[in-house]
T-cell receptor, first 114, second 110 residues
Framework: GAVVSQHPSRVICKSGTSVKIECRSLDFQATTMFWYRQFPKQSLMLMATSNEGSKATYEQGVEKDKFLINHASLTLSTLTVTSAHPEDSSFYIC??????????FGPGTRLTVT | DAKTTQPTSMDCAEGRAANLPCNHS???????VYWYRQIHSQGPQYIIH???NNETNEMASLIITEDRKSSTLILPHATLRDTAVYYC???????????FGKGNQVVVIP
């Protein structure tokens, strides 16, 4: 199957700072990338969809000014959590798909805001 | 948006076939059914997907009823490593957006 990586795997930051998470498709061109968030013992929640070269489309209730998404190339998307607060602590997971194919998920990034 | 209903949890015997049911009675004609699984603290792993016809790959088989209102994922020979939360998902409209439900916690027992 296709490989998607995320960096970093874990990050701890102080309240009020910003954190950037990278998502890369390693062996295919990802025309669409997705960002999810998962709180403990809950399911994944889709945050936004981004197509290469276009602005991201955010799901209802997700603040686009807080969660900045950039999908500048066919192999890289970034999620920046701006002015992070403890309630933003979560497991952030990206996925990527090639046109017409299924989504493949990254291993996730554990964010802890202190 | 089509929703899915799965058992909250189920146990399966190691070495036996595991049949995981899913109801999706409001599915539209052009919406695919996807199956993923997630092992604790990892990203979900793609298993299989289908539209109308039954599908099989190296991991599993997917049986979709003729009216497409339900499907069954079959793991032919369950192993302990198949213990995971299994998600049956119908894509949200176009662009392959996936809405994960609560999933089915499957435990394979020796």
């Amino acid at each position: 199957g296709a490989v998607v990586s995320q960096h970093p795997s874990r990050v701890i930051c102080k309240s009020g700072t910003s954190v950037k998470i990278e998502c890369r498709s390693l062996d295919f061109q990802a025309t669409t990338m997705f960002w999810y968030r998962q709180f403990p013992k809950q399911s994944l929640m889709l945050m936004a969809t981004s197509n290469e070269g276009s602005k991201a489309t955010y799901e209802q209730g997700v603040e686009k000014d807080k969660f900045l998404i950039n999908h500048a190339s066919l192999t890289l998307s970034t999620l920046t959590v701006t002015s992070a607060h403890p309630e933003d602590s979560s497991f952030y997971i990206c996925s990527a798909r090639e046109r017409g194919r299924e989504q493949y998920f990254g291993p996730g990034t554990r964010l802890t805001v202190t | 948006d089509a929703k899915t209903t799965q058992p909250t949890s189920m146990d399966c015997a190691e070495g036996r076939a595991a049949n995981l049911p899913c109801n999706h009675s409001t599915i539209s004609g052009n919406e695919y059914v996807y199956w993923y699984r997630q092992i604790h603290s990892q990203g979900p792993q793609y298993i299989i997907h289908g539209l109308k016809n039954n599908e099989t790959n190296e991991m599993a088989s997917l049986i979709i009823t003729e009216d497409r209102k339900s499907s069954t994922l079959i793991l032919p020979h369950a192993t302990l490593r198949d213990t995971a939360v299994y998600y049956c998902i119908v894509e949200l409209g176009g662009n392959n957006r996936l809405a994960f439900g609560k999933g089915n916690q499957v435990v394979v027992i020796p």
